[in-house]
């Protein structure tokens, strides 16, 4: 079963406007940590923004904010006034707490290109 | 500038010959990454190295080899066992992996094409 999954493979906006991407994830585990990525053309990825799962309060950083529905499993990227430049993929990912074995690397999901429109 | 070098940029493989990604970081990070991503699948893990002389095989790491002799340098070979080997190769690094909240900082990426 795919531990992330991003239903959107591409989404449209108009720029000044807000957009929503989707992201859920599949963990039996209580700790865990959930990112998004932003990958421009130049192909660097670009860390955007974290929540954790004990995290109460949604995760904003800028224009970035973090929808988190832990009971739904869901970790939407919300980011306002959208730019030009902020035409890219983008990449949810997560990382688990496994009792007796630790952290796990980053699992990311398939991505969605956003392409913001003037 | 503390950072993730990765070299070559791009990078043309014959049939039945090993190739070797470098990558370099200086940001004294003890944690190090390959990923591959291919058009449409997102970013999957080949291998990882949370020490030095220290590495453990990821979803993908059939057909490919590492090492980790030095905290700054983490080669990825890609033999010819790899059937399908062009991609995208991105190296990562963090901290380590003792807690949830540590974000992965990533190279520039390497193109693989097969000749």
């Known amino acids: 079963a795919q531990k992330i999954t991003q239903t959107q493979p591409g989404m449209f906006v108009q720029e000044k406007e807000a957009v929503t991407l989707d992201c859920t994830y599949d963990?039996?585990?209580?700790?865990?940590?959930l990112f998004w990525y932003k990958q421009p053309s130049s192909g660097e990825m670009i860390f955007l923004i974290y929540?954790?799962?004990?995290?109460?309060q949604n995760a904003t950083e800028g224009r970035y904010s973090l929808n988190f529905q832990k009971a739904r499993k869901s970790a939407n990227l919300v980011i306002s006034a959208s730019q030009l430049g902020d035409s890219a993929m983008y990449f949810c990912?997560?990382?688990?707490?496994?009792?007796?074995?630790?952290?796990?690397?980053?699992?990311f999901g398939k991505g969605t290109r956003l392409s913001v429109i003037a | 500038d503390g950072g993730i070098t990765q070299s070559p940029k791009y990078l043309f493989r014959k049939e039945g010959q090993n190739v070797t990604l470098s990558c370099e970081q200086n940001l004294n990070h003890d944690a190090m990454y390959w990923y591959r991503q291919d058009p449409g699948q997102g970013l999957r893990l080949i291998y990882y190295?949370?020490?030095?002389?220290?590495?453990q095989k990821g979803d993908i790491a059939e057909g490919y080899s590492v090492s980790r002799e030095k905290k700054e340098s983490f080669p990825l070979t890609v033999t010819s066992a790899q059937k399908n080997p062009t991609a995208f190769y991105l190296c990562?690094?963090?901290?380590?992996?003792?807690?949830?909240?540590?974000?992965?900082?990533f190279g520039s990426g390497t193109q693989l094409s097969v000749l």
């Open positions: 929540q954790g799962s004990y995290d109460e």
């Open positions: 990562a690094s963090s901290h380590g992996q003792r807690a949830t909240n540590e974000k992965l900082f």
């Open positions: 190295s949370q020490i030095v002389n220290d590495f």
């Open positions: 990912a997560m990382r688990e707490y496994i009792r007796n074995s630790g952290n796990t690397p980053l699992v």
């Open positions: 963990t039996s585990d209580q700790s865990y940590g």
